[in-house]
T-cell receptor, first 114, second 116 residues
Framework: DGGITQSPKYLFRKEGQNVTLSCEQN?????MYWYRQDPGQGLRLIYY???????QKGDIAEGYSVSREKKESFPLTVTSAQKNPTAFYLC?????????????FGQGTRLTVV | AQKITQTQPGMFVQEKEAVTLDCTYD???????LFWYKQPSSGEMIFLIY??????QNATEGRYSLNFQKARKSANLVISASQLGDSAMYFC?????????????FGQGTELSVKP
């Protein structure tokens, strides 16, 4: 089955530690996205990538980093510079623009700083 | 600048009635796509409907229809015959097809509650 997989589902991090969230897709999509969602809020774009080895900052990139070495994978690192990392993180993928196809989402990772 | 606005934080609707969720957008691109997603309490994102900027007809998918008014830059979602399972967060989203390198952004969402 084709789809997009995020792992882990729940993640706990100590203050001052970096942590990496995994996102893998087998939909052969060129474009991938990372979003942050706080309780009762909308999705805010962290980073996005339209092609391998290239990515752009979204609206809230500070304290986060990404890589896109393979088409299937777009891992997100939450660094110690991110002051308030506790949130729900969603990864998505889609065909590359111009396109009218929707983005497909993973099940999300819930990150908690302890 | 690319922007999506949903002005209704919460909405209530009686079961079996229709409801309209508002969405306005701002873009300088002539080519763009508009999307609506549903997010139940489980957190998954479910795609509902798509409207392209050059589509002359309003999109429909089952009980969902999109009231697209290009001159007013609005893309309201209409849900007909509401069901209890429609209770969820609803997000409007936009992707510019040429500017912004395909950036996909979302509004703040509307929480819909369907009453029996």
């Amino acid at each position: 089955d084709g789809g997009i997989t995020q792992s882990p589902k729940y993640l706990f991090r100590k203050e001052g530690q970096n942590v990496t969230l995994s996102c893998e897709q087998n939909l052969n999509h060129d474009a991938m996205y990372w979003y942050r969602q706080d309780p009762g809020q909308g999705l805010r774009l962290i980073y996005y990538s339209q092609i391998v080895n290239d990515f752009q900052k979204g609206d809230i990139a500070e304290g986060y980093s990404v890589s896109r070495e393979k088409k299937e994978s777009f891992p997100l690192t939450v660094t110690s510079a991110q002051k308030n990392p506790t949130a729900f993180y969603l990864c998505a993928s889609s065909t590359r623009t111009p396109s009218n196809t929707e983005a497909f989402f993973g099940q999300g990772t819930r990150l908690t700083v302890v | 600048a690319q922007k999506i606005t949903q002005t209704q934080p919460g909405m209530f609707v009686q079961e079996k009635e229709a409801v309209t969720l508002d969405c306005t957008y701002d873009t300088s691109d002539q080519s763009y796509g508009l999307f609506w997603y549903k997010q139940p309490s489980s957190g998954e994102m479910i795609f509902l409907i798509y409207q392209g900027s050059y589509d002359e007809q309003n999109a429909t998918e089952g009980r969902y229809s999109l009231n697209f008014q290009k001159a007013r830059k609005s893309a309201n979602l209409v849900i007909s015959a509401s069901q209890l399972g429609d209770s969820a967060m609803y997000f409007c989203a936009m992707r510019e097809l040429y500017n912004q390198g395909g950036k996909l952004i979302f509004g703040q969402g509307t929480e819909l509650s369907v009453k029996p």
